[in-house]
């Protein structure tokens, strides 16, 4: 029987390898929640949550909470019919969305044990290859420029991602400096929310000017500012994407009504696997871009957008690079890596 027996959420603390710095916080360390579902058969499928308070207002010690309730909820429910339990769960959209992912996606793994099929086969298998990103935080200059070098020339990253936010004068010197440093290389650039509209609009005309090839400029300002991200929109040479701007469908459906955006960075531990689904539906319908990216998510955890955005084959950027970030005992992926290629 594919009937769900039992849910378990188990904490789980790792380091950084270093201090992970973006604009206003500093990580030192992730505490995720691993899901494990298991059905009536014994089957076993695995999740995790990489909860944000910054970002979705989540605090660790409320969804470990939840543990009883989640399954008392779905206890008896067959994982084949996955969409009902999917419905079930997307009632945590606002008060929980990672425990929204990570128990979506164990459901959807446990499926995957059962009928003997990848994840990503069952989302599609759109793909079997993807390359993502690795990603350089905030620090002095010459530590940036030298980050950026070692992760171009000898670890052959392509696509870098560069936090800024912080200083507007500095961060244009330090993205001129990187550009100049790993000529080759495309940019995602990310100021989590860090500047006011006019501050973005300076900071992409400069880079232009200078010749940096960004191909994403990712969350200029704050979240709720939709006509501020609008703006900038409409002056940045470079395309603008929303993150924090875009958790739910519903969020994405406003963007993209209003004209804010010409990107959408879909993260599972925003939305979840379900409007995950729905957004990537709606970016291809009104043909704005996706990049896939992520919280702190372990291999575990990664595992999960890894094989999302294989199955949907819908994103044009992967900034699926938090497992590297973090000292972690084992991997765990149902994938292989070697260093941006990542097979399924
Ligand atoms: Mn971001």
Redesign the pocket.
Known sequence: MSKIRRVAFELKEYEFEEPFRITGWVHNQAKNIEITLELENGAIGKGEASYSYRVNGEMISALLAMQDDVEEMLKGMDVKNYRKIFNVIDGFSRTAPSLKAGVQFAVLDALSVEIDLPVYQILGGATNKIKTDKTVGIDEMEKMVEKAKKLYYTQGFETLKIKVGENLKEDIEKITAISEATKGASYIV?A?QGYSPKEAIQFAKAAYDNGVNIVVF??PTMWNNHDGLKLIRENSPFPIAA??SAKSKYDVFELVKNGCVDFV?IKLMKSGISDALAIVELAKTVDIGLMI?CMSESSLGINQSVHFAAGTGAFLYHDLDSHLLLKEEKFRGKFTQNGQEISL
Request: proline share 0%; glycine share 12%.
């Open positions: 990310d989590n990712e969350q993150d924090e960075n990216g």
